[in-house]
């Protein structure tokens, strides 16, 4: 089963085939002490972070599963689990169809019968069908754009025995407003989509709120300020019951500063 510290970094450069770029940053969040970094379902990439590194597991955020063969997800996992066991967190998700539960379920067939264990696997899930999928298929569940509250219902789901990793917005700057815009961009295109939306909508935010980034939004699925502030923010997210919140900086311009910063700050 995975192993989740608290405090986990999602990738500053999640959509790129640089190597050394990837190689590099897996290094510093290893030197850093995050206990997870994540990145997106680019397999080579993934492939290079693991053994760019010694110890941190990485983990994808997510693999679509409407799009990546199961074969090359099976080939991926046994390759690297031969030289670095344990360290990939295969995590799944975007089956954008009209029967998203049953194209999981095949696809997850395929990674039991080759023995890609579901104690090595997490889901993107958000819904109370996709966080029971996680429950009985998988290690436990990967959320984003979620409240505290959100996690508190999650975690009854999914029960004590099984994984939680959030994946927050997190933006140290004080001004509310470049906050706002940070979180306005992938809010415009996930929000959109019909699952982050309804997932909204069923934690009580409105549709104005949604469009607007109202600051009940901001305040509610994000972290921002003062790494106080942000500290105290991640600390409500594992009250409720995560097992780690994921971190994904955004509004500052350099990133590198800020993870040295805030790890400074969250994991000193």
């Known amino acids: 089963m995975i ?8 990738s500053s450069h999640p959509f790129t085939d640089d190597t050394a770029l990837v190689a590099d940053e897996a290094r510093d969040a290893e030197r850093l002490g995050y206990a997870t ?18 110890t941190i597991p990485v983990a994808t955020g997510i693999i679509p599963v409407s ?25 799944l998700g975007g089956a954008h169809n009209a029967r998203p539960l049953d194209t999981l379920n095949t696809y997850l067939d395929e990674l039991d019968a080759a023995g890609v264990e579901a104690g090595s ?44 990793a959030v994946l927050l917005m997190v933006m140290p700057t004080t001004d509310r407003e470049t906050a706002r815009r940070a979180a306005a961009t992938p809010l415009d295109f996930l929000a959109k989509q019909g699952g982050y939306r309804r997932n909204l909508l069923r934690q009580g935010f409105g549709e104005a709120d949604i469009d607007a980034v109202s600051d009940r939004l901001l305040d509610g699925i ?16 594992l009250a409720a019951g995560a097992d780690q919140v994921v971190l994904r900086i955004l509004g500052v311009d350099d990133l590198a500063l800020w993870r040295t910063r805030l790890a400074d700050s969250l994991l000193g």
């Open 37 to 54: 970094l994540w990145r997106s379902g680019n397999l080579p990439m993934l492939t290079a972070a693991v053994r760019a590194t010694t």
């Open 121 to 164: 696997r997490i889901l993107a899930a958000l819904g109370p069908q996709m966080l029971a999928l996680a429950r009985d298929r998988a290690a436990g569940a990967y959320p984003y754009l979620v409240t505290p509250s959100y996690v508190e219902e999650a975690r009854a789901t999914l029960g004590p025995d099984r994984r939680l």
């Open 67 to 91: 799009s990546v063969p199961p074969a090359d997800v099976i080939a991926t996992y046994r390759e690297l689990n031969q030289d670095h066991p344990g360290r990939f967190v295969v995590g």
């Open 3 to 10: 192993s989740f510290g608290p405090i986990g970094l999602a």
């Open 222 to 237: 994000a972290a921002w300020g003062s790494p106080e502030r942000i500290a105290a923010r991640i600390d409500e997210y």
